[in-house]
């Protein structure tokens, strides 16, 4: 297998990567807090993890992707549960809000094209495991319960383990960070966290629990869920830079203080969407919806644009770089799309007898470059770059300033299959813009059917699987099955 090499936040350096199974990778995403829409900033990071997702599969790996759903204990700063907040705006249940936001979610990750995770896990699913790890960690002596609330010990534990290594913050800045006022009176330090929280009268989602009538911390959700299904320790755990501190710090605290052992050995994170320069803000109106960029329904651009080129738009920034969204740049992103496609069409018509040929080589270093990059932190830019530099050679060759004949047949056909796959299947991009809203409703229908489908062949359910396929065929849609993926075209 190919060596990559990841940026791994924790050593802060660029590392090759080695799975603890040889073949095999544990792969933990912080999923979407699911009390309202899903974001571009969430989008961003959800295609970020689904391309990693997407290239380890490419380079063999049998991959377990866990990503979560947070339906309970993301508090606001205010210390109302998000969930609880969205269910009175809404007049909804919790679990309705949950619910819905869900739909929405799976909905938009399939207009981008991603695959769904392995496992989605819930919070509220898992109340159970929290519990108990709570209880590990009060056992091993990293934690105290105070009315009825339990607190994880950071003093206590900073005698034993080192705390704030991810975030690289010492512990003054550790106490002076915390901003969970409310409950300052019951901890014994600033810096400590609760794992789990008594409920008050009027909140909505409590359990039962040895200490109290209650619901756990957030930061408990993804030690608990991680380690039930990828074990005490795993490959990456990935997630938006936002979440290095305090959740992805405390996870690790609490990992260390329940089993004793750190859970990820790569901490993969994704860097921020910002509009106009400025962070994506609600509350200041520097915000878009992506429903809004699909449609141009926004003061904030000139027009509505494919999820696709919006995609693109994404891809052409390195995942740990920011992205200014712009309708500069997406007027450009969508240029360069086309053109890219109307490339690969062109392409697809090449044909040459030649057994030899001198344009070989070049169009040999430039795949090999293709994928140097792409195993080198998922170098999803550098690869946009290697993709025009074909793009404009097959113009030359279409041009008549190259000649066909200087390629042989072999390497032709290896270039049609290594653009296809990295295009279609790793950058996971569409052939056909659709634009409208019939086409977008289709690409999301045709992505839930062969997501189904998908799950029907990894189950080996070939009764399903085919009559999947057949119906489709009878409605003139063909489906092309790839080695990780399916792509339909309409005939
Ligand atoms: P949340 O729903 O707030 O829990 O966030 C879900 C995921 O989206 C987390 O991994 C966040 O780090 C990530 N995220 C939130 N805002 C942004 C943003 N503006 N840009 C990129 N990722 C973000
Ligand atoms: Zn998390």
Request: proline letters at 3%.
């Amino acid at each position: 297998m190919r060596d990559l090499f990841v940026y791994n936040s924790l050593s802060r350096k660029k590392e090759k990567f080695e799975p603890i199974t040889p073949g095999q990778i544990g792969m933990y995403v912080c999923g979407p807090t699911v009390y309202s829409d899903v974001h571009l900033g969430n989008v961003r990071t959800f295609m970020s993890f689904d391309i990693i997702y997407r290239y380890l599969l490419y380079l063999g790996y049998k991959v377990r992707y866990v990503r979560n759903i947070t339906d309970v204990g993301h508090l606001t700063d205010d210390g109302e549960d998000r969930m609880s907040k969205g269910a009175k705006k809404d007049q909804l249940e919790p679990m309705e809000v949950a619910h819905k936001y869900t739909v929405g979610f799976h909905d938009m990750m399939r207009i981008f094209n991603t695959h769904s995770p392995s496992i989605e896990p819930r919070a509220t699913g898992h109340i159970i495991e929290q519990i108990e790890m709570v209880q590990a960690i009060l056992d091993n002596g990293y934690g105290y319960e105070a009315n009825g609330s339990v607190y994880f010990d950071t003093l206590s534990f900073m005698k034993d383990h080192p705390y704030g290594q991810l975030s690289g913050r010492v512990v003054e800045e550790l106490f002076s960070e915390t901003r969970d006022l409310k409950n300052q009176n019951e901890k014994k330090h600033p810096s400590d966290f609760a794992i789990w929280m008594k409920a008050s009268e009027e909140h909505i989602m409590k359990w039962n629990s040895p200490w109290s009538l209650g619901f756990p911390g957030w930061h408990l959700e993804c030690s608990a869920m991680s380690t039930k299904y990828l074990g005490k320790n795993f490959d990456i755990h990935g997630g938006g830079n936002d979440l290095k501190f305090p959740h992805h710090e405390n996870e690790i605290a609490q990992n260390i203080g329940a089993c004793k052992c750190s859970p990820a050995n790569y901490w993969l994170h994704t860097n921020m969407l910002l509009m106009n320069g400025k962070k994506m803000s609600k509350s200041d109106g520097n915000t878009i919806t992506p429903v809004q960029l699909f449609t141009g329904d926004s003061p904030h651009v000139s027009k509505g644009y494919d999820p696709m080129v919006v995609k693109f738009f994404m891809l052409q920034a390195h995942y740990s770089s920011t992205i200014d969204l712009t309708d500069d740049g997406l007027l450009a992103a969508e240029k360069g799309y086309k053109k890219l496609m109307e490339a690969l069409k062109i392409l697809k018509g090449l044909q040459t007898q030649s057994q030899a040929g001198a344009m070989d080589a070049e169009f040999e270093r430039i795949m090999e470059e293709m994928h140097q990059n792409m195993s080198d932190d998922f170098n999803t830019p550098k690869v946009i770059a290697n993709l025009f530099e074909i793009v404009s050679k097959i113009n030359g060759l279409k041009g008549g300033q190259l000649d066909i004949s200087e390629l042989s047949d072999s390497c032709l056909t290896k270039l049609k299959e290594t653009l296809s796959t990295f295009v279609f299947e790793i950058l996971a991009l569409k052939e056909e813009l659709g634009g409208d809203n019939n086409s977008q409703t289709l690409d999301g229908l045709m992505g839930l059917i062969l997501d189904i489908r998908r799950k029907a062949r990894e189950e080996k359910n070939w009764e399903t699987s085919d009559k999947i396929r057949d119906t489709l065929s009878a409605l003139k849609i063909t489906v092309k099955d790839g080695k990780d993926d399916s792509q339909w075209s309409l005939n």
